[in-house]
């Protein structure tokens, strides 16, 4: 779903004590420079304290927030950068400014671990949202009426909208600008940034995918130990049943009962989590890379890497590779 903007005059960013300049810049920076750019002339923005004595904190220096939750109350878009923990419950006076602003039409957004401040109003249940692809599994634990999408870097339901980690914030910002103001401005604003207008896949080209620790006395441990030696080759499920001394049918069920998934998209994701190491830290052609990691040819790497990835080989290295 796109959001479809009226005329915004009261934009409110709620902030709570210590969080950090460098966070608020992925919140507040694109409205900022659109208005330096002279956008959003008449949109009053406003930094609104969550909580008593909030203040704005980095480098040194601690800048208190000027205006309370009064300045919610008429607000047409509130947004919510950062929460500090997502194991403390926000400020009830918070939670209820913010429900009330929904209430009463005003459209509001969760940046990052802001997603668990509307979490905690009730704001995200039974809603397609996202966070930091680092909380998004907490994010689902403690909220399980919300439907997490690890991978988004945003997600726009309309009146309530969430972002993922750092510059997703960035991203969310300008689909607002092009709600607010049409897409010649977000992508001439977008250039002045240096940043593009809208990015490629999600963000699970950033999450990271670590080889898991493994039980080597395990039958099915010592299989995925060796397979991940194996990844060049066919590797059928059939004889990594037969190198554990089981059926295949006993074989998938205890590889279920370990890991969750089954033993052939175990094995693709290793794949292609190799394809994108060798895709970081190499040169190598992806046709090359491709055989490397079990693939007869990059065009049968490219939609399994798609897939998982949320972009294609190339993106991918342009975006992550150090070697030129």
């Given at each position: 779903?796109?959001?479809?903007?009226g005329?915004?005059?009261?934009?409110?960013?709620?902030?709570?004590?210590?969080?950090?300049?460098?966070?608020?810049?992925?919140?507040?920076?694109?409205?900022?420079?659109?208005?330096?750019?002279?956008?959003?002339?008449?949109?009053?923005?406003?930094?609104?304290?969550?909580?008593?004595?909030?203040?704005?904190?980095?480098?040194?220096l601690?800048?208190?927030?000027p205006?309370d939750?009064?300045?919610?109350?008429d607000?047409?878009?509130?947004?919510?950068p950062?929460?500090?923990?997502?194991?403390?419950?926000?400020p009830?006076p918070?939670?209820?400014a913010?429900?009330?602003?929904?209430?009463?039409?005003a459209?509001?957004a969760?940046l990052?671990?802001?997603?668990?401040?509307?979490?905690?109003a009730g704001?995200l249940?039974?809603?397609?949202?996202?966070?930091?692809?680092?909380?998004?599994?907490?994010?689902a634990?403690?909220h399980p009426?919300?439907?997490?999408?690890?991978?988004?870097?945003?997600?726009?339901?309309?009146?309530?909208?969430t972002?993922?980690?750092?510059?997703?914030?960035?991203?969310?910002?300008?689909?607002?600008i092009?709600?607010?103001?049409?897409?010649?401005v977000?992508?001439r604003?977008?250039?002045?940034?240096v940043?593009?207008?809208?990015?490629?896949g999600?963000?699970?080209?950033?999450?990271?995918?670590?080889?898991?620790?493994?039980?080597?006395?395990?039958?099915?441990a010592?299989?995925?130990?060796?397979?991940?030696?194996?990844?060049?080759?066919t590797?059928p499920?059939?004889?990594?049943a037969?190198?554990?001394?089981?059926?295949?049918?006993?074989?998938?069920?205890?590889?279920?009962?370990?890991?969750?998934?089954?033993?052939?998209?175990?094995l693709?994701?290793?794949?292609?989590?190799?394809?994108?190491?060798?895709?970081?830290?190499?040169?190598?052609?992806?046709?090359l890379?491709a055989?490397?990691?079990?693939?007869?040819?990059?065009a049968?790497?490219?939609?399994?890497f798609?897939?998982?990835?949320?972009?294609?080989?190339?993106a991918?290295?342009?975006?992550?590779?150090s070697?030129?």
């Amino acid at each position: 779903m796109t959001t479809v903007l009226g005329a915004v005059r009261s934009l409110v960013v709620v902030v709570f004590d210590g969080v950090s300049l460098g966070i608020m810049s992925f919140a507040f920076g694109v409205f900022d420079m659109a208005a330096s750019f002279g956008e959003l002339r008449d949109v009053d923005v406003r930094l609104v304290s969550g909580e008593p004595d909030a203040a704005l904190s980095g480098g040194g220096l601690s800048c208190p927030v000027p205006y309370d939750l009064a300045a919610i109350r008429d607000a047409d878009l509130v947004i919510v950068p950062n929460w500090r923990s997502p194991f403390e419950n926000p400020p009830e006076p918070a939670l209820a400014a913010i429900r009330a602003a929904h209430a009463r039409g005003a459209r509001v957004a969760g940046l990052c671990s802001g997603a668990f401040v509307l979490a905690a109003a009730g704001l995200l249940d039974g809603r397609p949202a996202t966070t930091h692809w680092g909380m998004a599994g907490l994010l689902a634990d403690l909220h399980p009426k919300v439907k997490v999408d690890a991978g988004a870097l945003y997600v726009d339901d309309g009146d309530v909208l969430t972002a993922g980690g750092g510059a997703s914030g960035m991203d969310l910002g300008l689909h607002l600008i092009r709600a607010m103001c049409g897409a010649d401005v977000a992508t001439r604003l977008a250039k002045g940034m240096v940043l593009p207008p809208h990015r490629q896949g999600g963000q699970a080209q950033y999450i990271e995918s670590p080889v898991p620790n493994l039980d080597d006395q395990d039958p099915i441990a010592e299989t995925m130990a060796w397979a991940l030696t194996k990844l060049d080759t066919t590797l059928p499920v059939d004889d990594l049943a037969q190198r554990a001394h089981m059926s295949r049918r006993n074989y998938d069920r205890r590889f279920r009962e370990i890991t969750g998934t089954a033993p052939a998209t175990w094995l693709t994701h290793q794949r292609v989590i190799r394809a994108q190491r060798l895709l970081e830290s190499t040169a190598l052609p992806v046709d090359l890379i491709a055989r490397y990691c079990g693939f007869s040819s990059a065009a049968a790497l490219r939609p399994h890497f798609r897939r998982l990835v949320g972009v294609a080989p190339a993106a991918y290295r342009e975006t992550f590779g150090s070697v030129s």
